[in-house]
Every structure is written in structure tokens, then in C-alpha cells.
């Protein structure tokens, strides 16, 4: 296992997080706390140090397995991720959004659950349009202040308010978001529109959950199998894309890896840090997602994949692609000029994933 900064935070966390959505079985679909627990030690065998969870997930059992799986010593050896914003209590209609009411109550839940002092990592779950940006941010940082939460990040936001509580962030002192998670993988690349291309620009690392598209990229569900969109149908995860399943399940034989490592690595293919987030109900299925750390895709795999999950960025971006904006914009000598912020080439490099001006 390798490790990456966590952007400005300065956290050292491992290529590959665990996502503990799957910790408890109160949806139907998780694992128990033995396979739970045997789940976490093989991830920590493999050198994995970055845990995701949230008040919300399972109600409340990920985070006690957790806290009952780390706690002592071996608490300190994780960064743990939670997240607030879910309704939390079906008959208390301030224990969902981003308000300072909810966000410190769920703290407090959260850091019994975790048996722990201070969360290293809490994620804003989603954005919240009844609770203003600037409220927000400062409620977040008087938490940092009181050292019950080291950082901050964002999950499931607009690129531009995301942009925009940084700088907020920057320009009064207050803690800004160090880390964006948000659903991507080969079946959902609608981030590359402009979330993806917001965090290289803020220094932001991503964590890319429902990396597998609930399973959906494994190629199970093409044979009959049976998993969590059977239980829990998503519509983003059915829709479409069997040619990019199969396309995955062809360069995964002729690399002589699963169809999951293969997703898996070309996530780490994007620019900038991208982390996925491995979730498992089974040790066998963490274990198949290990590996993906170890395979490495080569320009030819990259492009198939591409052109297999292609997309259409939509306006602006389009329209600035074109040959003939291109040769307005920036001349017809446009080929010849280096960009000095990004070392490339135009006209050599992708410019679909290169960062000013195409991005």
C-alpha cells in the first residue's frame, strides 16, 4: 500500500480507503461484526490507514463497530472519517441538515459511538440549501477550534460552493475543506465536468465512493448474481453502460486481473488524487479490491476504457473544445504555446482532463 498527502491537511493516508457503509446489517445488506472486524484487520494488513463512516450509515452500528474495533491503541494508528447532515431521528426535524444545532449534537453522538476524542476527518454529508455557506464554514471551524475535529470536507456538493466556502475560508481564517467525496466511476463520470476540475485547482484530493457502481462494474449482475442492487436499486447504477461492464470484464482477462481491480485502477488513473473508497460485505471481496493497487493500466487500456464510458461534458465545456473556439481564443498559433501551469504540450496532451484553459 502506498500513501498520498491529503491535501492541505497534511494527513499521510493510504491509496485506498475503506468505506464502512457496510459495517451492521440494519439495511439488509451488511456484514455482521465478526466479518466486520475481520474486514478491518485485512485492510490493516495491507497497510490501509483511512476509514470512512457516518452517524447516518447503518443507523448508527458503523460507527459502533468501529469504536469498539479500534478502540486503545490501535485508534491512533487510522485516520477516521465520519459525516453529519442525515436525519438521524425520524421525529426530530433538526437532526437532519448542516445547522450548528445538528452539527454538534452529532459530534458528540459520534464521538461516543467512535469512543474516541476528536474525529480526524468530518465530512459535510451533503449540502444543505436552508443553511447559508458562511454560517456554516464558521460553525465548522469553532469546532476545529475546540479540537473535536481536526478537519473538515465536503461530500455530494456543487463545484461552485465548494469554490466558494474555500475562499470564504482563506479570506477569514477559518478551517477550509481538505477533502471533496463524491460518486464517480466509470459508469458516473459527471464529476469531470467541473467538481473534479475544481478540486486539482483548490488542491483538494477526492474520494471517489460507489466505486464499483454498487457492484454493477464487477460484471455480476450480467451472469444473475445477486447483491446490494438487488436489495437497494439505484437508478443512476442500472441505467445503461452494459458495453462499459463488459469492455472492463475483456482488458481484466487479458491482464489476468478481476473486472473490480480493473475499475479500481483506472480511478487512480484521473489527475490529481483521486482515492477510491473499497466498501465489502465479504474479507474474499476486500481482498479482490486490494489488488487493484497493483495493477497498472497502459495507455492503450486507459483509452479503451475511455472510449467505451464516453461522455458528453455539455455546455461550456464543449463549445470551448471546439477547433474553431480553440483558434479564436488562443490564435491559430495555439499549438506552439507553453502553458507553464501545467508542463504539458497543447495539442499532445488530453486535453480533456489538462487543467486552464480546458478545464
Given amino acids: 500500500m502506498r500513501y498520498t498527502v491529503l491535501g492541505r491537511s497534511g494527513l499521510r493516508v493510504s491509496e485506498l480507503a475503506l468505506g464502512t457503509v457496510t459495517f451492521g446489517e440494519d439495511w439488509g445488506w451488511g456484514a455482521p461484526k465478526e466479518t466486520s472486524a475481520r474486514i478491518l484487520d485485512l485492510y490493516e494488513e495491507a497497510g490501509g490507514n483511512f476509514v470512512d463512516t ?20 490501535r485508534r491512533d494508528r487510522f485516520v477516521i472519517g465520519t459525516k453529519f447532515t442525515l436525519q438521524t431521528d425520524l421525529a426530530d426535524v433538526n437532526s437532519a441538515g448542516n445547522s450548528r444545532k445538528n452539527l454538534v449534537g452529532s459530534i458528540e453522538d459520534s464521538l461516543r459511538r467512535l469512543q474516541t476524542d476528536r474525529i480526524d476527518l468530518l465530512w459535510v454529508h451533503a449540502h444543505d440549501t436552508l443553511m447559508p455557506v458562511p454560517e456554516l464554514m464558521r460553525a465548522l471551524d469553532d469546532q476545529v477550534r475546540l479540537g473535536k475535529v481536526l478537519h473538515v470536507g465536503a461530500s455530494n456538493w456543487p463545484a461552485w460552493e465548494v469554490a466558494q466556502a474555500n475562499t470564504l475560508a482563506e479570506l477569514r481564517g477559518w478551517s477550509p475543506f481538505v477533502g471533496l467525496q463524491i460518486r464517480y466511476n ?3 463520470r459527471a464529476a469531470e465536468r467541473d467538481l473534479l476540475p475544481m478540486a486539482r485547482q483548490f488542491d483538494i ?12 462494474l464487477t460484471g455480476k449482475y450480467l451472469s444473475g448474481g445477486t447483491g446490494r442492487l438487488t436489495v437497494q436499486p439505484r437508478e443512476h ?8 461492464v463488459l ?7 487479458e491482464g489476468g486481473w478481476t473486472a473490480a481491480q480493473v475499475a479500481l485502477s483506472w480511478l487512480r488513473t484521473r489527475p490529481g488524487v483521486v482515492i477510491p473508497l473499497l466498501g465489502a460485505t465479504k474479507v474474499e471481496q476486500l481482498r479482490d479490491n486490494l489488488g487493484g493497487a497493483d495493477v497498472v493500466l497502459d495507455d492503450d487500456q486507459v483509452a479503451r476504457l475511455e472510449r467505451a464510458a464516453e461522455f458528453e461534458l455539455g455546455y461550456p465545456h464543449d463549445l470551448l473544445r471546439q477547433d474553431v473556439t480553440v483558434r479564436d481564443v488562443y490564435g491559430v498559433q495555439w499549438a506552439s504555446i507553453e502553458d507553464r501551469r501545467t508542463t504539458v504540450r497543447r495539442g499532445v496532451a488530453d486535453t480533456r482532463y489538462a487543467p486552464l484553459p480546458w478545464a
Fill in 205 to 216: 484530493p477526492v474520494l471517489a465512493w460507489g466505486a464499483l457502481a454498487e457492484g454493477r
Fill in 247 to 253: 469492455e472492463v470484464g475483456k482488458i481484466a482477462a
Fill in 54 to 73: 457516518a452517524d447516518h450509515y447503518t443507523g448508527g452500528t458503523s460507527e459502533k463497530y468501529l469504536g469498539e474495533l479500534l478502540k486503545g491503541n
Fill in 237 to 244: 447504477s442500472l441505467a445503461g453502460g452494459d458495453d462499459v
Fill in 186 to 188: 466509470l459508469l458516473e
